[in-house]
Structures are given as structure tokens and as C-alpha cells.
């Protein structure tokens, strides 16, 4: 049928090649938990991530199986059977995130970066906890906002309120001792 609905992006590749380039992607976010990439093939990346997370929260032999064949690397199976699967246990869904950044590359294709949420590198939760420095050092109450990404970054994260408040006491120390650089100078990474 001629104009139907669209099911997924082809991302201008042959189907062999768009499944290779889709597992390579989630391979990697897997093995950094952080990845930069265009738009449109980090949402893709998300929907084959999503399912291979849930695969790992069933835990069984065929998921294992199922799992094993998506991924480059082996070696990365036991890194999402125990602390992925640990790590979104309570979680009902949405394990990574894409956000949207400035174009990488020369040809201005919308980029986005798709990483793991609840991680190490979770962008919210840096920028939530300098949000929090901010309003601290200004003296200003929690607004909306900042409450709400309070509320979404500490929901599913194992000691989430404790880990925020350690990240905002590294930040305020870093930005004492820096002095009051620009934006971004100082910026701590748990």
C-alpha cells in the first residue's frame, strides 16, 4: 500500500545495514552508557535499547540468547543480566533518554546524545545539581521546575536524594574554589 504510515526510519540504508549500524549503537551505549549521534538514528537506538533492557529484566535463557545475538560484544552480556537489570529493576520503562544538542558535524544534521538514564553520566542529574548550587548560592528557593527534575532524577535511583546532595556539595566546593568562572568551569562528573 502506496503512502501508509511509516514504521521506523530507514536512515537511508539497506535493512541489513541499518540493523548493523543499530546494534553497533546500542553496543556502544551500553559499553559508555553515554552516546553522540544524529537525531534520528539515536531514536531509532533508543527503541532497540529499550527492548534489549527489558530483555535482561525477564532474565531467562531465550532472553539471554535474544540479547546476545543484538550485541557486538559479548563480553558486555553480564554487565545488563546484573547491573543494568539491577539498576532498572523498579523502573516501569523509559531506560535511556535523548537529548537534543547542537549539530556535530559540518553538514548541520540535528544531532542528539541518547544515554542511559539513572547512570553515572546522567546529564539531568549534573544539571539538576547545579541548578541546585546555583539557587543555593543566590539564596533562592527551589522553583517548579528544579523540583520536578529533583523528583524525576532521585525517583528510580538507589540512594538518588543522598547521591544529589553529595554531587551539590562537590559542585558548591569546586565552584568556591574556582572562583566564579564561566558557566561550566569546575563541572564535577560522578
Avoid: C
Amino acid at each position: 500500500m502506496a503512502g501508509g504510515a511509516i514504521k521506523y526510519r530507514h536512515l537511508g540504508r539497506s535493512s541489513a545495514h541499518r540493523q548493523a549500524l543499530l546494534r553497533n549503537l546500542v553496543t556502544s551505549l551500553l559499553e559508555h552508557e553515554s552516546i553522540s549521534t544524529t537525531w534520528p538514528k539515536a531514536k531509532e537506538a533508543q527503541r532497540l535499547a529499550e527492548k534489549l533492557i527489558t530483555l535482561a529484566k525477564r532474565n531467562s535463557e531465550a532472553s539471554r540468547a535474544r540479547a546476545q545475538s543484538i550485541l557486538f560484544k559479548p563480553a558486555l552480556l553480564p554487565k545488563l543480566f546484573s547491573e543494568l537489570r539491577e539498576r532498572y529493576r523498579e523502573r516501569p520503562g523509559g531506560y535511556t533518554r535523548v537529548l537534543r544538542i547542537e549539530p556535530l558535524k559540518t553538514d548541520q544534521a540535528p544531532s542528539a546524545i541518547l544515554e542511559l538514564v539513572d547512570g553515572p553520566r546522567d546529564l539531568r542529574f549534573v544539571m539538576t545539581a547545579k541548578a541546585l548550587v546555583r539557587q543555593r548560592r543566590e539564596e533562592r528557593e527551589v522553583n517548579e521546575v528544579t523540583a520536578m527534575n529533583i523528583r524525576k532524577v532521585t525517583r528510580y535511583r538507589a540512594g538518588g536524594e543522598e547521591a544529589l546532595e553529595r554531587l551539590v556539595g562537590e559542585l558548591s566546593l569546586a565552584k568556591a574554589e574556582g572562583g566564579e568562572g564561566k558557566e561550566g568551569e569546575g563541572d564535577v562528573v560522578s
